[in-house]
Each structure stands twice: as structure tokens, then as C-alpha cells.
């Protein structure tokens, strides 16, 4: 037993080292941690809103970068690049056969003239600025569907029931749109709407569906005659319009002819008013002669003449006729 001494220092020498590794190593994963934390990624569909002890200090675009660790910085990602939406009055279920689920609460309004109607709208909308999507209120997305389903109810309240089922829906659209960018714009909580469109909007009870039915039915056998009728003027204006030319032409051409004949008349007339002149004697013995011939045209006359003008004129052919008889 003497012959063997033991080294009691041994063991804490090798225990020492084995804690400094162990230190070592929990120091290097703390820096690699902390490390691993200084950087960030963003895609590009968002932007990253980095706090600085709970203060926004920046907005960052996609890519990678740098942040302080240790809770110092943070980042929070938000969608900016994309378009959301919103469902009132529905929601989209594929285990449905219809491909979605009416909601009644929402979709339920009353017309202008007391009339009830269901009316589904689609809404898109995106984030325009991060930080008041974050910071400027509570939950954003709420206060926008409550906003959507005020305007909407505004608006098809102010509405007759026949516009609200078939041809006013575009202008119900374009209303709550202006509506709502406007409240929004008030409200600043960092949201652009996009679009505003109806999915559907129906009366709630069959028979009423049905005579709303037969009404866009007539409205549109009514437009289908009027493009019929558009269809036979447009066929049959050029066929009237040529005939309305030939007879103005055709006016026009008489008319010539017209002042073309009084304008020969005039011209003989002056003539024989000149021929008058040089001879009024002669003129006014001619004149008389062929006043006779066409007033007796089938009747022979016998004139004698005297130096002071006509003296007898005599039918000599009906006495002849008559003396025989």
C-alpha cells in the first residue's frame, strides 16, 4: 500500500477544462444566436417595418438586411403587394355544392322603397402604408368590413328595388366605392380599397325572384325589338333617302324647265312688242287673226278687209252646207 501514491489534482485539472469547453461552446451558440438574429429577409410582396425600442425608425423594401439583436430592433412583415379581399354577405366554402355560404345578417337590406333584398358584395382592398396598418389602429380589417357593410347599406337604402336587381348595380358599385375611399382617406389606418362589385343580389322569396325574372325577361324581348327596328330603318333609310333625291331632283329639274318656258314666253313677247312698235296696225290685225284660228280652229272664214281694218267675216262653208240641205 505504500508502493502506490495518488495524484488527488488530477481529476479537478481534467473537470476544469471540460467546464471551459462547455462555456466556450454555449458562447459561441449565444454569438451564433445573436448573430443569426442581426439579419432579416424580406420578399418582394412586402415591407418591413423595424422598430428601434418600440419606435419605427424605418421601412424597408425586399431584400436582406440588417437589424440590431437583442431585442434592440425588431421587424414586423406586412403584405403591401398584395390584394386582399372581403366577403359580405357570403363566404367562400368549397364543401359546398353552391361553392359558398349565404350570410344572411349581412347580406339582408332594404330598399329604398321598403322593399327587402339579399346583396352579396366582393371587395378588394391592399395595405398602402405599413406603419398605420399596424399602428394607426386596433384591427384595421374589422373597422374596414364594418365601414363596407355602412356604406352598402347606405347606399341600397337610397335605392329603388328594380335598380337594385338589374340594371343599377353598376352605379350602386361606383357609389359605395367613392363612398367608402373617402371614409377611408378620413380614417388614415393605412388601407386603399380597389374594387367594389356585387356578386348577387336577388329578392328573398321565389316568387318574387320569379316575377323579377319575368320582368328582365320583357326588358329584354322589349330591347330585342327596338334593335329590330333599328336593324329595318337602318335597311330601309338609304332606299328612302335615294328616292327622297330622285324627287328633289326631279322637282328641281321641272322647276328649270319652268323658268326656262317663261323665259322663252318673255322673249316673244318682247319680240312681238318690238315687231308692235314698228307696225301696230299689221301687229294688231295679225294678232286678231290668230285669236280666230284658235278660237274657230275647224271652222273656214271669209274676211273681207277695208283700209279702216275687218269688215264681214263670213262662215261661208256653213252656208254652203246649209243651202244644199
Given at each position: 500500500?505504500?508502493?502506490?501514491?495518488?495524484?488527488?489534482?488530477?481529476?479537478?485539472?481534467?473537470?476544469?477544462?471540460?467546464?471551459?469547453?462547455?462555456?466556450?461552446?454555449?458562447?459561441?451558440?449565444?454569438?451564433?444566436?445573436?448573430?443569426?438574429?442581426?439579419?432579416?429577409?424580406?420578399?418582394?410582396?412586402?415591407?418591413?417595418?423595424?422598430?428601434?425600442?418600440?419606435?419605427?425608425?424605418?421601412?424597408?423594401?425586399?431584400?436582406?438586411?440588417?437589424?440590431?439583436?437583442?431585442?434592440?430592433?425588431?421587424?414586423?412583415?406586412?403584405?403591401?403587394?398584395?390584394?386582399?379581399?372581403?366577403?359580405?354577405?357570403?363566404?367562400?366554402?368549397?364543401?359546398?355544392?353552391?361553392?359558398?355560404e349565404l350570410v344572411e345578417?349581412?347580406?339582408?337590406?332594404?330598399?329604398?322603397?321598403?322593399?327587402?333584398?339579399?346583396?352579396?358584395?366582393?371587395?378588394?382592398?391592399?395595405?398602402?402604408?405599413?406603419?398605420?396598418?399596424?399602428?394607426?389602429?386596433?384591427?384595421?380589417?374589422?373597422?374596414?368590413?364594418?365601414?363596407?357593410?355602412?356604406?352598402?347599406?347606405?347606399?341600397?337604402?337610397?335605392?329603388?328595388?328594380?335598380?337594385?336587381?338589374?340594371?343599377?348595380?353598376?352605379?350602386?358599385?361606383?357609389?359605395?366605392?367613392?363612398?367608402?375611399?373617402?371614409?377611408?382617406?378620413?380614417?388614415?389606418?393605412?388601407?386603399?380599397?380597389?374594387?367594389?362589385?356585387?356578386?348577387?343580389?336577388?329578392?328573398?322569396?321565389?316568387?318574387?325572384?320569379?316575377?323579377?325574372?319575368?320582368?328582365?325577361?320583357?326588358?329584354?324581348?322589349?330591347?330585342?325589338?327596338?334593335?329590330?327596328?333599328?336593324?329595318?330603318?337602318?335597311?330601309?333609310?338609304?332606299?328612302?333617302?335615294?328616292?327622297?333625291?330622285?324627287?328633289?331632283?326631279?322637282?328641281?329639274?321641272?322647276?328649270?324647265?319652268?323658268?326656262?318656258?317663261?323665259?322663252?314666253?318673255?322673249?316673244?313677247?318682247?319680240?312681238?312688242?318690238?315687231?308692235?312698235?314698228?307696225?301696230?296696225?299689221?301687229?294688231?290685225?295679225?294678232?286678231?287673226?290668230?285669236?280666230?284660228?284658235?278660237?274657230?280652229?275647224?271652222?273656214?272664214?271669209?274676211?273681207i278687209t277695208t283700209e279702216?281694218?275687218?269688215?264681214?267675216l263670213l262662215p261661208l262653208?256653213?252656208?254652203?252646207?246649209?243651202?244644199?240641205?
Open positions: 500500500m505504500d508502493n502506490y501514491v495518488v495524484n488527488d489534482n488530477a481529476k479537478p485539472r481534467k473537470r476544469g477544462r471540460a467546464g471551459r469547453y462547455i462555456a466556450y461552446g454555449i458562447a459561441l451558440a449565444v454569438i451564433i444566436a445573436v448573430f443569426a438574429t442581426c439579419w432579416y429577409t424580406v420578399d418582394d410582396k412586402q415591407q418591413a417595418v423595424v422598430t428601434t425600442f418600440g419606435k419605427v425608425t424605418d421601412v424597408t423594401e425586399a431584400g436582406i438586411h440588417f437589424k440590431l439583436p437583442l431585442g434592440i430592433q425588431s421587424v414586423q412583415k406586412v403584405d403591401v403587394n398584395v390584394y386582399q379581399k372581403i366577403e359580405l354577405g357570403y363566404r367562400s366554402d368549397e364543401t359546398k355544392a353552391e361553392g359558398y345578417t349581412e347580406s339582408m337590406m332594404i330598399t329604398g322603397d321598403y322593399n327587402i333584398v339579399n346583396v352579396e358584395f366582393f371587395v378588394e382592398y391592399k395595405v398602402s402604408d405599413p406603419v398605420k396598418y399596424l399602428y394607426a389602429s386596433y384591427e384595421p380589417e374589422l373597422i374596414l368590413r364594418n365601414l363596407i357593410q355602412s356604406q352598402v347599406r347606405n347606399v341600397v337604402g337610397s335605392t329603388n328595388v328594380d335598380s337594385v336587381l338589374t340594371d343599377g348595380k353598376e352605379a350602386i358599385q361606383m357609389q359605395v366605392k367613392e363612398l367608402i375611399t373617402e371614409t377611408l382617406e378620413e380614417y388614415d389606418i393605412g388601407l386603399m380599397l380597389s374594387d367594389v362589385k356585387i356578386q348577387d343580389s336577388e329578392p328573398p322569396t321565389e316568387e318574387v325572384t320569379f316575377a323579377f325574372k319575368e320582368v328582365e325577361t320583357a326588358k329584354q324581348g322589349a330591347e330585342t325589338v327596338i334593335n329590330e327596328a333599328r336593324a329595318y330603318q337602318n335597311a330601309q333609310l338609304p332606299q328612302a333617302e335615294a328616292e327622297a333625291d330622285k324627287l328633289v331632283q326631279n322637282a328641281q329639274y321641272l322647276r328649270q324647265n319652268r323658268i326656262n318656258e317663261a323665259r322663252e314666253q318673255i322673249a316673244m313677247f318682247e319680240a312681238m312688242y318690238q315687231e308692235y312698235m314698228l307696225n301696230p296696225n299689221a301687229t294688231r290685225l295679225r294678232m286678231y287673226y290668230e285669236a280666230l284660228r284658235e278660237a274657230l280652229p275647224n271652222v273656214k272664214l271669209y274676211i279702216n281694218g275687218v269688215d264681214t262653208d256653213s252656208f254652203v252646207e246649209g243651202g244644199g240641205q
